[in-house]
């Protein structure tokens, strides 16, 4: 939404048009779950309240036209969603309705997901196995871990630094992480919280210290990390973590 508000006036003229027809008297559907919406198509009619089943029906169709006006030629539309591992059966439902439209095109879900906690029996892979043999082209890349080279360029560009400066901290980084993205992502915040990593605003550089680093006690085990962190929060942060994974379980 922030993206179309910042085209032209025209186009945000033609978009807004667009939705307006393509959405009709259901906008508020969207806008509840997408509440920037309203900056672009301005305040919609309360819908009909309706049974749960036809409340979902509804959402399925409104949300389908919504991608619909979206995805133009000129303005082709992707769509990232992480941690597919996690999916639920509402989502699935919807990525299935979405591909199940002649109609959508110009349009890319891209997708990411652990394949160690998908297996042959997940309801993903089922789901992509339906869309295969409904001609969906998809595409599978399999991403292996991060090389030296990778973590430099990841490196130069957060810290704004010349690649070259970056060699020994990118070494120290391979080793403690393996080339894993998000461990790498965790480590360094590690180093930053613990003043490991400090912005010096009288150099306008970032600066650090490898043999004090190494010296600390930092595992290189992601797990072990994060449960550091965990226990470096308040209590009541904890407990709403707690309480949260207990849900999280049992849905």
């Known amino acids: ?114 394949d160690k906690e998908v297996g042959l029996d997940h309801p993903l892979i089922t789901l992509l196995q339906h869309l295969r043999k409904t001609n969906v082209t998809i595409n599978t890349l399999h991403l292996p871990p991060l090389k030296e080279i990778d973590i430099q360029y990841f490196l130069a560009d957060s810290l704004n630094m010349p690649k070259d400066k970056l060699n020994k901290l990118v070494n120290l980084l391979m080793r403690k992480t393996q080339g894993n993205p998000f461990f790498i992502n965790v480590f360094v915040k590690k180093l930053y919280e613990d003043k490991l990593l400090v912005f010096s605003y009288k150099q306008r550089v970032w600066e650090w210290n490898i043999d004090k680093i190494e010296k600390q006690d930092i595992t290189d085990n992601v797990v072990e990390l994060l449960i550091q962190r965990m226990i470096a929060l308040t209590e009541k942060t904890r407990n709403i973590l707690e309480l949260a994974s207990c849900i999280l379980h049992l849905a």
């Open 1 to 114: 939404m922030r993206r179309i508000l910042s085209d032209s006036e025209s186009r945000l003229v033609e978009i807004k048009a667009s939705l307006l027809t393509a959405l009709g008297s259901n906008g508020q559907v969207i806008v509840n779950v997408i509440p920037s919406l309203v900056s672009i198509i301005g305040p919609q009619p309360t819908v009909i309240p309706l049974s749960s089943v036809e409340t979902q029906k509804r959402f399925m169709i409104t949300f389908q036209n919504f991608v619909l006006a979206l995805a133009q030629p000129a303005y082709p539309l992707a769509i990232f969603l992480d941690d597919l591992q996690w999916i639920d059966s509402a989502s699935l439902h919807l990525i299935e309705v979405l591909f199940a439209n002649a109609d959508l095109k110009h349009f890319l879900l891209i997708g990411g997901y652990r």
